[in-house]
């Protein structure tokens, strides 16, 4: 019997496209849930955009959305160093989560909020990771009962990474008041922020300023570390560009 002939290109079409909190993905969460309070809208394409392709979808809570990387290079390597390494060690590629990987395909687990059919079909998602324009490939709902597997090992990364104690100052608080949306843009930059976002390889460089970009503003922090060696995130700015 003859061997099937090999594949050499398959062509995939994005079903609808990501908006978000998130304009940069610096600053995006590292994985889903992390940020409960980040938000956004899957607006289905034509023709996919059809209600009947949703019909009992509001009846599941959570979903898998299969997308793609579309902001990391085509190239990818055998070996990456997983953030959660500290940036310094390397694993394969099929063991981690990176974005530089074949085909540049990415799994991320929502919180389904509210179906729309009011114009074409949008899903308002919440707990999101995903960058403003990321294309999303297909929609699966989630089964707790067939995919939460509690006793499963996670490897390098078996529980979520600490979180870092994030403040304001006074600046940032003035900002952030005169804003209708203060309380959620305040929680979300916490649990952004709270993620420590720098790369692996800054983070001993205290006198280095970042900004990363929620929504319509940039956030500029910094980092500093007390008299018991005790690192926190500062937020010293919130401007609109």
Do not use: C
């Not at 019997?1 to 062509?11: D, K, V």
């Not at 074409?120 to 699966?140: F, Y």
């Not at 995919?147 to 078996?158: K, M, N, S």
């Amino acid at each position: 019997m003859s061997a099937p002939a090999p594949l050499h290109e398959i062509t995939l079409s994005p079903i609808g496209v990501i908006e978000s909190d998130f304009p940069d993905k610096f600053g995006v969460p590292r994985q889903p849930g992390l940020a409960p309070s980040a938000r956004a809208t899957l607006r289905l394409l034509p023709p996919y955009d059809d209600p009947l392709a949703v019909r009992g979808l509001e009846t599941f809570s959570h979903l898998w959305l299969t997308f793609l990387f579309h902001q990391s290079p085509e190239r990818w390597t055998p070996l990456v160093r997983p953030p959660r390494l500290g940036g310094n060690r390397k694993v394969g590629v099929f063991a981690s989560r990176s974005t530089h990987r074949p085909n540049r395909l990415g799994l991320s687990l929502v919180e389904l909020l509210a179906v729309d059919l009011g114009d074409g079909v949008r899903l308002t998602l919440a707990g999101t990771d995903l960058v403003g324009g990321t294309p999303v490939l297909d929609i699966k709902p989630y089964l707790p009962w067939a995919e939460a597997r509690p006793e499963a090992r996670g490897g390098f990364a078996p529980e979520a990474p600490p979180r870092l104690p994030v403040g304001f100052t006074a600046a940032a608080e003035t900002a952030l008041a005169a804003r209708e949306d203060a309380a959620s843009l305040r929680t979300l930059i916490i649990e952004v922020l709270a993620q420590d976002p720098r790369p692996a390889y800054r983070r001993g460089d205290e006198a280095r300023p970042y900004g990363v970009r929620l929504r319509d503003v940039d956030v500029r922090f910094r980092t500093l570390t007390d008299e018991a060696g005790i690192t926190r995130l500062e937020v010293v700015e919130i401007a609109t560009p």
